[in-house]
Nanobody, 122 residues
Framework: VQLQASGGGLVQAGGSLRLSCAASGRTFSNGAMGWFRQAPGKEREFVAVITWSGGSTFYADSVKGRFTISRDNAKNTVYLQMNSLKPEDTAVYYC????????????????WGKGTLVTVSS
């Protein structure tokens, strides 16, 4: 499974960005895809995840109400709509996938994509 993330960039505080992650190769209908992020000097942390079957969504408390994760099963693509961005959202965002179920832990991720940088200026 290869994950290709895109959509990062520079935005002012209060602005919006949409990240995309396209999965190619074998995909897992009983698994999930989501996003983690890593700010400079900090550990990688969970952001959001969506299951392929049923479309259940889960969010970190820090982004709940501002970020929305969605999926397009036909395109094997997951999106992260980020609104009301804050400087503390600045990080490299990584797309992640699991074969079965979902995870909020980096240790549970089966596949990682290359990161895409999101910079929010104050």
């Amino acid at each position: 499974v290869q994950l290709q993330a895109s959509g990062g960039g520079l935005v002012q505080a209060g602005g919006s960005l949409r990240l995309s992650c396209a999965a190619s190769g074998r995909t897992f209908s009983n698994g999930a895809m989501g996003w983690f992020r890593q700010a400079p000097g900090k550990e990688r942390e969970f952001v959001a995840v969506i299951t392929w079957s049923g479309g259940s969504t889960f969010y970190a408390d820090s982004v709940k109400g501002r970020f929305t994760i969605s999926r397009d099963n036909a395109k094997n693509t997951v999106y992260l709509q980020m609104n009301s961005l804050k400087p503390e959202d600045t990080a490299v965002y990584y797309c992640a996938a699991t074969r079965y179920g979902y995870t909020r832990s980096i240790n549970g991720v089966n596949y990682w994509g290359k990161g895409t940088l999101v910079t929010v200026s104050s």
